[in-house]
């Protein structure tokens, strides 16, 4: 089964920036895609973007749109988030997911990392 692991959050000040990292347990993952969510305390979750393992191609939640980058290394079976300008709005708990091409539903999901931005 896929297996996702996070990390690279942390603390960072208003307009910096922070890299996160998502690692699938597959060597391949030939029609996946994988989703980037975040959800704050007492608020829904967010879907911040995704990427297709295969294709490369993005797609970004309008909050995020401009400041965040997704990117893959498939040979290192990761998937990148690199979040620039960030913004106290930014603080949450980020999970990356995956799902079939063929499916709607993210069914596998990573434990979460903290990104908190604050002075």
């Known amino acids: 089964q896929v297996q996702l692991v996070e990390s690279g959050g942390g603390l960072v000040q208003p307009g910096g920036s922070l890299r996160l990292s998502c690692a699938v347990s597959?060597?391949?993952?030939?029609?996946?895609?994988v989703g980037w969510f975040r959800q704050a305390p007492g608020k829904d979750r967010d879907f911040v973007g995704h990427?297709?393992?295969?294709?490369?191609?993005?797609s970004y939640g309008a909050p995020v749109k401009g400041r965040f980058t997704i990117s893959r290394d498939n040979a290192k079976n990761t998937v990148y988030l690199q979040m620039t300008s960030l913004k106290p709005e930014d603080t949450a708990v980020y999970y990356c997911?995956?799902?079939?091409?063929?499916?709607?539903?993210?069914?596998?999901w990573g434990q979460g990392t903290q990104v908190t931005v604050s002075s």
């Open positions: 990427i297709g393992l295969n294709s490369g191609s993005v």
């Open positions: 597959r060597r391949t993952l030939s029609s996946y895609v």
């Open positions: 997911a995956a799902r079939s091409v063929y499916r709607g539903t993210y069914e596998y």
